[in-house]
């Protein structure tokens, strides 16, 4: 039986794919789940309707980040902490901390999980940090890290 998956369905398919599964598999877990539609020329027009609207929702995101990838790669963001003996730091920066600074400073709101620290910041000086913005679309912004 072919259907419209509605939903990523784990060994299946992805949301939008039309796939081949078995009628009972069809009709006993994925049309009553609410995870599949029968694949009739109706809804395979609307399916193709929706995945070109997806793609074209992607694309603008895509280009929105990579701008955002852009404006962030040629500034430098500057957190002030408290600094112990020898320029170690009372405790670290997190991915919090630099989205905080991040959105002062240059203005782009970025959500700490997109942050990606191989270790802790625990030191003053320049650190380099890259900032995930969307699956292929990555920046890499220099962190200053100065006593108060």
Do not use: W
């Amino acid at each position: 039986m072919l259907v419209i998956l509605k939903k990523n369905v784990k060994g299946t398919g992805k949301a939008g794919d039309i796939v081949k599964v078995s009628d009972g598999f069809a009709n006993n877990r994925l049309i009553p789940a609410g995870l599949a539609v029968p694949a009739t020329n109706q809804n395979v027009k609307s399916a193709e309707k929706q995945k070109a609207f997806i793609e074209k929702k992607n694309a603008e995101e895509k280009a929105a980040a990579e701008a955002t990838a852009k404006k962030l790669e040629s500034k430098t963001v500057t957190i002030k902490t408290r600094v112990g003996d020898n320029g170690k730091l009372f405790g670290s920066i997190t991915s919090m901390d630099i989205a905080d600074a991040i959105q002062k400073q240059v203005g782009n709101k970025i959500d700490k999980k997109k942050i990606v620290l191989s270790k802790p910041i625990k030191e003053i000086g320049e650190h380099t940090v890259e900032v995930k913005l969307y699956p292929e679309v990555s920046a890499t912004v220099k962190v200053v890290i100065s006593e108060e």
